[in-house]
C-alpha cells in the first residue's frame, strides 16, 4: 500500500525545528520611519533553576525585524517558521525584570536563526514542475 504523500510530508516536518510568530509589534527608526517586528518563541525547554534545584519550563523568545505590512504581520501570527532562537555573546547590558523591578547585567541576546533550506530534507520527494505546479512523488520504500 502506498504511503499517501501528505502524511508522509505532515510527519517529516514534525522532525524539524520551528518557533512560532505570537504576536507583532510597530517600532519606528531615528529618523521616524515606522516597521513592524514579529515576537517569535522558540520550543518548550525543561531547565533546572540554580538557586533552587527546582525544574521548570520556558521558551526562548526574540524579536524578528520585518518589511511586512501590518496586514502580513497580522496574518503570520500563529504561524510557525523552520529555525530555532538561539542565545547569542553580546556586549554587556543593563536589563530590568519588567515583573520585579531587578536590573541585572546581561552579556547574551537571543536571535532567530532560520533553516537556511526548510525543504532541504525534502529534496527526493518534491519537485517543481515547468508548469509552475509542483509535484510531490512518493517514497520508495
Do not use: W
Not at 518563541?41 to 525544574?55: A, D, H, I, L
Not at 542565545?87 to 547590558?93: A, F, G, L, S, T
Amino acid at each position: 500500500m502506498p504511503i499517501n504523500s501528505f502524511n508522509f510530508l505532515t510527519l517529516k516536518t514534525k522532525d524539524l525545528i520551528m518557533v512560532q510568530v505570537v504576536n507583532y509589534q510597530t517600532r519606528t527608526t531615528e529618523d521616524g520611519k515606522q516597521f513592524f517586528i514579529l515576537n517569535l518563541e522558540g520550543e518548550v525547554e525543561f531547565v533546572k533553576s540554580e538557586t533552587t534545584g527546582n525544574t521548570y519550563a520556558t521558551v526562548k523568545k526574540c524579536n524578528l525585524s520585518t518589511t511586512f505590512s501590518e496586514l502580513t504581520c497580522k496574518r503570520l501570527v500563529g504561524t510557525e517558521l523552520p529555525g530555532k532562537i538561539t542565545k547569542v555573546e553580546c556586549k554587556p547590558y543593563e536589563y530590568a525584570n519588567p515583573a520585579t523591578g531587578e536590573v541585572m547585567t546581561l552579556t547574551h541576546r537571543y536571535e532567530y536563526s532560520a533553516d537556511e533550506n526548510p525543504m532541504s530534507e525534502f529534496k527526493e520527494f518534491y519537485t517543481p514542475s515547468k508548469n509552475g505546479k509542483h509535484e510531490i512523488l512518493e517514497p520508495t520504500i
